[in-house]
């Protein structure tokens, strides 16, 4: 049963081949994903990645209308999603030689219910900890945007004011207050003076 503080992902299967699309729906049928689409081909799939967002994008090698390297490679550049080949014993070294270094994983066929449910839960965990990495590094941007706002406003007012920096931090600290707005805010009102 899945831990109800788990964030649920999204998970797109291409596969031309029906019971490996099946057999990774039954694998990833645990309560862990909150949706999981099926697409046959590389065309169908670029579609889909258009108008929807996925976490994990399980590409089964090779595909109806191209082998699926070139389709990973895309999905890894442009969009969010981790990405999971594959692919044929023969096969599987040379495609992981070629798409490692995109941060995709190949597992080998003839796959087992196991390695692809544990490479999927990976994936899983990878994205969600580069998500939260984003958040903080947004939030860390905000922060620096408005420390710079509010410093460029000290400046206006030390300029034209006559004031002194503290006079001037003291100032910004109290409108914001005052007003009931943050000191970015606050600094904002002071620039547009």
Same mark, same amino acid.
Not at 126 to 135: N, P
């Given at each position: 049963m899945a831990?109800?503080?788990? @964030? $649920?992902?999204?998970?797109?299967?291409?596969?031309?081949?029906? *019971?490996? #699309? #099946?057999?990774?729906?039954?694998?990833?049928?645990?309560?862990?994903?909150? #949706?999981?689409?099926?697409? *046959?081909?590389?065309?169908?799939?670029?579609?889909?990645?258009i108008e929807r967002s996925y976490d994990i994008v399980i590409i089964n090698m090779p595909l109806s209308d191209e082998p699926g390297?070139?389709?990973?490679?895309?999905?890894?550049? @442009?969009?969010?999603?981790?990405?999971?080949?594959?692919?044929?014993?023969?096969?599987?070294?040379?495609? #992981?030689? @070629?798409?490692?270094?995109?941060?995709?994983i190949v597992i080998t066929k003839p796959a087992t219910v196991k390695s692809v449910s544990r490479s999927v839960r990976l994936m899983c965990a990878? $994205?969600?900890?580069? *998500?939260?990495?984003? *958040?903080k590094v947004l939030s860390l941007e905000e922060k620096m945007n408005e420390i710079r706002i509010v410093n460029r406003a000290k400046w206006k007012l030390i300029d034209e004011k006559k004031m002194s920096e503290e006079e001037a931090h003291k100032y910004i600290g109290k409108l914001a207050m005052d007003s009931c707005i943050t000191r970015g805010e606050a600094a904002e009102t002071i620039l547009a003076q």
């Open positions: 831990d109800s503080n788990r @964030k $649920q992902h999204d998970v797109l299967v291409v596969s031309s081949y029906e *019971k490996f #699309a #099946a057999s990774v729906e039954r694998a990833l049928s645990d309560g862990r994903y909150r #949706a999981i689409e099926v697409r *046959k081909s590389a065309s169908l799939a670029r579609r889909e990645l390297v070139e389709l990973a490679m895309d999905i890894s550049t @442009k969009y969010t999603a981790g990405v999971i080949i594959t692919a044929s014993s023969e096969i599987s070294e040379d495609v #992981a030689e @070629k798409v490692t270094d995109y941060g995709i990878i $994205q969600d900890r580069l *998500k939260k990495t984003e *958040k």
